[in-house]
């Protein structure tokens, strides 16, 4: 592991210097740490080594070295582990995405001994190694159309919010209105923060946090998808369709998270926190508070990293205030298990069925636009606090530089006002 610690920090140290272009320099240093995590996670954790059958191992060592080299490559990008469970040796988590719940020809009969997650003995015969993948079923030329159309698509869209966004967004009017650091404060200032045109600000704040943010890195996952399955490296089982999980399953903020967003760091990130909490500390599995404890962990290594990012691309600037917005997602997720588990009760003594279609189509709907107005608070709540944090850290940094003496102004230079004392537009990015 730490042989692929020096190349990768290297790689992660020099990522600004990759391209011209900013969001691919920061999506570059962000895949280096994900990556690192994935690998960490499937030497550390998983403790993976090829499982090479015996009819390969009786063609001679050439034919073992090979398979064992191929199956190490197949490990490299493998983000859901559906190559290295241990179904190679009749047995896998429960808790993969393949095995939610033992079936009625799986047993568990032990934890592991860094997770506590159950383990299940397959009593079906053993599959060979990389059978497991995707369920698309997908062939090679729908698969290649599917992710070339689907990128296409994707870049257009980008391209098209891009000008709206330059050209007709109503916030270019008058951007420097919606730097105000007052804007932070969405409470303190009611009723008056509810006038449409800070709520539309707030709404195409999180439209292109949460939305162009997926459509640009699920076209970047689509590119590679051509790439690795049209040239032959890997098979269209070994891809999914797409990087995130359905946007439709985010009606809460812990689904969102869970089920949409973290989809892809799930395994890597809470496995290393279950070596932790249940490996070393004891923690229970299962029990309310161990979750709490260690989903909060998670969002503190995801912020974590957010912050390693940011310094490394921008380190004159705040990199704080990203960590902080991530460990505070726990505060709705707490709050949604507290209600929930009142509504449920409360469902119950009002004699709702749990099949009432019509009620869980409200609590759908109820809970996505729960979601979004979380967002549409915190998102901006974040951004101008990162603002603040940024002019306070450059006024610390310069104050000897952009004193009155030096420029005969006002001389703050920062903070939405030149020397001059004219605006200007202050930077963020969504």
């Not at 490559?73 to 582990?81: E, G, Q």
């Not at 009625?104 to 506590?116: A, S």
Request: hydrophobic share 40%; aromatic share 16%.
């Amino acid at each position: 592991m730490f042989l692929l610690v020096i190349p990768v920090g290297y790689a992660f140290l020099h990522s600004g210097d990759i391209a011209p272009n900013y969001t691919v320099c920061d999506t570059f240093a962000r895949f280096s740490y994900i990556w690192l995590a994935h690998m960490s996670f499937e030497l550390c954790v998983l403790e993976y080594s090829p499982v090479v059958s015996g009819a390969v191992t009786e063609k001679g060592k050439w034919a073992e070295g090979k398979e064992r080299v191929r199956q190490a490559y197949k490990v490299l990008f493998d983000r859901n582990h559906t190559q290295v469970l241990e179904a190679r040796a009749q047995t896998t988590r429960a808790d993969s995405p393949l095995e939610a719940e033992p079936t009625l020809e799986q047993n568990i009969v032990v934890t592991d001994k860094k997770t506590d997650e159950p383990i299940v003995v397959n009593k079906q015969s053993a599959k060979s190694p990389h059978q497991e993948g995707y369920a698309h079923g997908q062939t090679y030329w729908q698969f290649v159309r599917y992710h070339a159309l689907k990128a296409a698509l994707l870049f257009a869209a980008q391209a098209a919010y891009s000008t709206y966004e330059e050209l007709y967004s109503p916030l270019r009017i008058n951007p420097s209105y919606f730097t105000d650091p007052n804007f932070a404060f969405f409470f303190r200032r009611f009723p008056k923060s509810l006038h449409y045109e800070e709520l539309y600000y707030r709404f195409e704040t999180i439209l292109n946090w949460n939305i162009v943010s997926m459509w640009l890195y699920e076209s970047y996952h689509s590119v590679f998808a051509l790439l690795f399955v049209g040239l032959g490296f890997d098979r269209p089982e070994e891809w999914s369709k797409s990087l995130f999980g359905p946007l439709s399953e985010a009606w809460s903020v812990r689904r969102y998270w869970g089920k949409h967003w973290h989809n892809y760091i799930y395994h890597s990130f809470s496995g290393h926190v279950k070596v932790v909490t249940r490996g070393w500390l004891g923690f229970p599995r299962g029990a309310l508070g161990p979750r709490l404890v260690e989903n909060t962990l998670v969002f503190l290594l995801s912020g974590l990293m957010h912050s390693l990012v940011r310094w490394q691309q921008d380190p004159e600037t705040d990199y704080w205030a990203i960590s902080l917005w991530y460990v505070g997602q726990m505060l709705p997720i707490i709050l949604e298990t507290l209600l929930v588990s009142v509504w449920r009760n409360l469902r119950l003594r009002l004699g709702i069925e749990k099949d009432n279609k019509l009620v869980d189509r409200l609590e759908f709907w109820f809970g996505h636009a729960w979601t979004t107005a979380w967002f549409m608070w915190s998102v901006p709540k974040y951004i101008h606090t990162r603002l603040q944090w940024t002019d306070a850290r450059l006024q610390k940094k310069y104050a000897a530089e952009w004193s009155d003496d030096d420029f005969g102004g006002n001389g703050t230079g920062i903070g939405g006002v030149d020397v001059d004392g004219a605006n200007v537009d202050t930077d963020y990015d969504g």
